[in-house]
């Protein structure tokens, strides 16, 4: 149980264009999902938190107009990164927290590797 | 604020030798520490919880100790194999449930 997936895994995408990234929580539910963002050889940096049927919450320097969140239901947010750019290649990773309990303890997805060329 | 470190940033060992990977943080009011393993290009896969109330936990051949008064956490590793090859990550929640992710120890073990 305590299953997160991500979609897509991987993607590729010239500057200037949007992307789309899915966060599935598929057997539990969550009410507060979180983004992260990692660079090449550096840890997981917060980006925002997002909590379901409200605005998300971003991380002081993280610029909200450029990614959006939608925590639309108790199983899916979104992350866009919209008119992206090369610097903003990175692996993000989110979290969810369990309908059930509280937020200390959360379940990782995959990672989607975002590339812009 | 929470501030989360990992020492040593990389450690090589031959198969067979024990790990022995310490985890420190500054603020001493923890809810829980968890230890992950990433592999390279690979999301986190959770290793060990352990609960602020908790000593140690234990998994097969992973185990974790947590001394909060010292503000220290170390993650044991028995027998490794080629296979542990991987960087190990630790990381505490705070009240609001953000985590703090230390800069994590790449580990190879040479066969």
């Known amino acids: 149980g305590a299953v997160v997936s991500q979609h897509p895994s991987w993607v590729i995408c010239k500057s200037g264009t949007s992307v789309k990234i899915e966060c599935r929580s598929l057997?539990?539910?969550?009410?507060?999902m979180f983004w992260y963002r990692q660079f090449p050889k550096q840890s997981l940096m917060l980006m925002a938190t997002?909590?379901?049927?409200?605005?998300?919450?971003?991380e002081q320097g993280v610029e909200k107009d450029k990614f959006l969140i939608n925590h639309a239901s108790l199983t899916l947010s979104t992350l866009t990164v919209t008119s992206a750019h090369p610097e903003d290649s990175s692996f993000y990773i989110c979290?969810?927290?369990?309908?059930?309990?509280?937020?200390?303890?959360?379940?990782f997805g995959p990672g989607t590797r975002l590339t812009v060329t | 604020k929470q501030e989360v470190t990992q020492i040593p940033a990389a450690l090589s060992v031959p198969e067979g030798e024990n790990l022995v990977l310490n985890c420190s943080f500054t603020?001493?009011?923890?809810?829980?520490l968890q230890w992950f393993r990433q592999d390279p290009g690979k999301g986190l896969t959770s290793l060990l919880l352990i609960q602020s109330s908790q000593r140690e936990q234990t998994s097969g051949r992973l185990n974790a100790s947590l001394d909060k008064s010292s503000g220290r956490s170390t993650l044991y590793i028995a027998a490794s194999q080629p296979g542990d090859s991987a960087t190990y990550l630790c990381a505490v929640p705070n009240s609001w449930g953000k985590f703090q992710f230390g800069a994590g120890t790449q580990v190879v073990v040479t066969p």
């Open positions: 979290s969810a927290a369990p309908y059930r309990d509280s937020t200390y303890e959360q379940y």
């Open positions: 603020d001493s009011a923890i809810y829980n």
């Open positions: 997002s909590n379901e049927g409200s605005k998300a919450t971003y």
């Open positions: 057997d539990f539910q969550a009410t507060t």
